[in-house]
């Protein structure tokens, strides 16, 4: 009796301390904070009167069979110490990387490593992005580059 008790007491122990933690987790994590939330969700639209920034590049796999990103940009500079601030401006910021619609990760620079790819069709779409993280739009288009790039099994 006294080892079934003691399983069951701490079963309960362990699983209400792992649900405080994933509360907390939640409750502070950078994808629920609410400036987060809207700065993403509400493009930041370039005037007319701005120099047009925009992005372009290519996905190569690499002489190690890596795949490479490179990106080039006009009227953009990477500014990644800049990340957070609330001083926007429309051609200054970072990008975000997307495969297959799902956020990878921000680039800073004009080149990224995607690793090494398993088979398969991989759309990568690259964003500009202010230091607010909000997408760079003109006339409600999102400023991006997307390839897709098909990656063939070994023989």
């Known amino acids: 009796m006294d080892g079934k008790i003691y399983r069951s007491l701490s079963f309960i122990i362990i699983f209400s301390f792992v649900t405080v933690m994933l509360y907390l987790h939640n409750q502070s994590s950078h994808i629920t904070g609410t400036n987060h939330l809207t700065?993403?969700?509400?493009?930041?639209?370039?005037?007319?009167?701005?120099?047009?920034?925009?992005?372009?590049?290519?996905?190569?796999?690499?002489?190690?069979?890596?795949w490479l990103l490179k990106i080039k940009t006009e009227n953009f500079q990477f500014t990644p110490e800049k990340i957070g601030s609330t001083d926007i401006k429309y051609n200054e910021g970072h990008a975000h990387l997307f495969i297959n619609g799902k956020k990878v990760n921000r680039i800073y620079g004009q080149y990224y490593n995607l690793d090494y790819l398993?088979?398969?069709?991989?759309?990568?779409?690259?964003?500009?992005?202010?230091?607010?993280?909000?997408?760079?739009?003109?006339?409600?288009?999102?400023?991006?580059?997307?390839?897709?790039?098909?990656?063939?099994?070994?023989?």
């Open 39 to 66: 700065a993403h969700a509400q493009p930041y639209e370039v005037p007319d009167t701005y120099p047009i920034p925009t992005i372009n590049g290519s996905v190569i796999q690499d002489q190690s069979g890596s």
């Open 118 to 155: 398993k088979p398969g069709t991989y759309e990568v779409k690259v964003t500009l992005n202010t230091n607010d993280h909000r997408f760079l739009s003109i006339n409600g288009e999102i400023v991006s580059f997307t390839e897709t790039i098909k990656v063939a099994k070994e023989e």
